[in-house]
């Protein structure tokens, strides 16, 4: 396999799981530009927003126009962004910034799953996505830690500048980078000419994905106002309903819906949706667990939580491990059923304060969305031709920042439900297992 290109693709899109180390400078930001806490959401809002409404339409353009390209295109982006955002002198220049990154990351990540799994022969292309997924956690994992280190010498524009040294040499490496893989003895031939981008479809993704994410984060405000609420619930239902039509008759569409007319197709999308959406409990309700145990420091906090995507980094690993022994579908099953019993153990964990026991709940979990992320990616990319890669690996994408923004709403209001932790790891736990069941099960008698 071409490690060397692997590895380059795969630092190149670090800057995105690394924006974890954004929120252990929530408390000094606020400081900075004395803002009322509620404000600090709009940080992780305009990252999101930016990020979720574009990296779609760029795999298109990655798949159109050549994904090096718009990678290369990510990489600038990707340094400027983390320069203006370390150099603000303002709040709103901060969010700006971050508007920025949000597309910049959006490059890259559209486009890093095509190039990794396009540069290796099809019977090798699992272990490359494989080591796409183990990157992306490991760059979760690392966030938080040296987010710490960076504030504590640099202030909270630490956690900007250390991107900007990356995404350059990235950048300076891309060369190194090998084509699509191609059989032993075949020509390349001439390309056909790309078809006209669909940029009215573009603009209607943009606009629906964005006006969800919105909504999504203004039903989480509990001053949220009921005209606003309602106005960006009709924009994105009529939003969504011209986007699918106008796809629908568009003869090179920026995501066909030919697709998601399978049962099995949607059923993948809306899993990953389904189990980041779980999971994200963890990084919302865990800080909160381990901040009233007794004799437990915030460094202490931070490392303990910092296991569960470690588990994500080794079961990454493992499901690349297994080539075509194990395959894809049954990596997403068995990968949502552990993650679901991770889950539930952290419901027994915490109701018996074991901190111990808990490190192996979360690395459970965590073992579990790494194997999942794997199969999904592997799955995906297999069932939308080549030449729709880009798309392919940008739906994965976005399908796990939806089940993120999801979680963001819904598990608060889940737990305000049930006040107790242990009640709403049940619920997600059995959630997830049920949803998991029942996708075996569908599987099974489908023909």
């Not at 919105?214 to 309903?241: E, I, K, N």
């Amino acid at each position: 396999m071409p490690w060397a290109g692997i590895v380059i693709v795969c630092a190149g899109v670090l800057p995105a799981p690394l924006d974890t180390s954004v929120n252990v400078a929530f408390p000094v930001i606020t400081e900075a530009f004395a803002l009322p806490l509620r404000e600090i959401q709009w940080v992780v809002i305009a990252f999101v927003l930016a990020q979720s409404s574009l990296t779609i339409v760029f795999g298109r353009l990655g798949d159109l126009h050549g994904h090096r390209r718009i990678f290369t295109a990510g990489m600038i982006a990707s340094a400027l962004a983390h320069l203006a955002a370390a150099l603000a002198p303002t709040f709103g220049w901060l969010l700006a910034a971050r508007v920025l990154q949000g597309a910049a990351v959006g490059l890259a990540m559209s486009c890093g799953p095509a190039l990794v799994s396009l540069m290796v022969p099809p019977e090798q292309k699992r272990r490359a996505l494989g080591a796409f997924v183990t990157a992306t956690s490991l760059g979760m994992a690392i966030g938080p830690l040296a987010g710490g280190v960076l504030i504590h010498w640099l202030g909270w524009p630490g956690v900007f500048w250390f991107r900007v040294p990356l995404a350059l040499l990235v950048l300076c490496l891309l060369p190194l980078v090998p084509g699509a893989w191609q059989p032993a003895g075949a020509s390349p031939g001439v390309a056909p000419r790309p078809p006209a981008f669909d940029l009215l479809g573009a603009v209607l993704l943009t606009l629906s994905l964005g006006c969800l994410v919105l909504l999504l984060t203004q039903a989480t405000r509990p001053d949220a106002g009921a005209v606003l609420s309602l106005s960006l619930c009709a924009v994105t239902a009529a939003s969504v309903f011209a986007f699918v039509r106008h796809e629908s008759r568009h003869p090179a569409p920026v995501l066909r819906m030919a697709p998601f007319r399978s049962a099995r197709f949607s059923a993948i999308q809306a899993g990953s949706v389904a189990i980041n959406f779980a999971c994200f409990s963890i990084m919302l309700l865990i800080p909160y667990v381990l901040s009233s145990a007794p004799g437990t420091s915030i460094s202490a906090a931070g490392v303990l939580l910092a296991f569960y995507p470690i588990g994500s980094v080794l079961g990454g690993v493992v499901a690349s491990r297994l080539g075509h022994r194990v395959t894809s579908a049954t990596l997403m099953h068995a990968g949502m059923l552990l993650a679901a019993l991770g889950l539930s153990a952290i419901a027994a964990v915490v109701a018996r304060d074991g901190q111990t026991a808990l490190v192996a709940a979360l690395l459970l979990t965590g073992l579990g969305h790494g194997a999942f992320q794997v199969g999904c990616m592997d799955l995906t990319t297999s069932l939308l031709p080549a030449e729709e890669r880009g798309v392919a690996g940008s739906l994965v994408s976005v399908t796990r920042l939806i089940g993120i923004v999801l979680g963001a709403t819904g598990i608060g209001w889940l737990h305000a439900a049930t006040t107790r932790f242990e009640i709403t790891f049940t619920v997600l736990g059995g959630g997830l297992i049920l949803y998991a069941v029942v996708g075996i099960l569908t599987r099974r008698r489908s023909p």
